[in-house]
């Protein structure tokens, strides 16, 4: 496994305590992450952070990822209505 990279963790609330959804780290990648918002694979999501082990950078990201996953909703949206 390579640690020169972005990861992706995700913070939901479960109906109790905050958790840290932690995954199989070869699934942390950006896209599998969103789809896997998207899905509701995660419950409540209170928070996304991306880090990079190799860079020492760490940082909440989960404004990016409401606006993409909004962005893609409306996608969707139009595509069905035939505005896509």
Do not use: W
């Not at 990648?29 to 190799?54: L, M, R």
């Amino acid at each position: 496994m390579r640690f020169d990279r972005d990861f992706y963790l995700v913070i939901s609330d479960l109906d109790g305590p905050t958790i840290l959804e932690v995954d199989d780290l070869s699934r942390m990648d950006v896209v599998t992450v969103t789809k896997d918002i998207v899905s509701g694979q995660y419950g409540d999501v209170i928070a996304v952070i991306q880090f990079n082990p190799n860079e020492y950078t760490c940082r909440d990201v989960t404004h990016d990822f409401q606006t993409a996953i909004d962005d893609y909703r409306e996608a969707v949206a139009d595509a069905r209505r035939g505005r896509g």
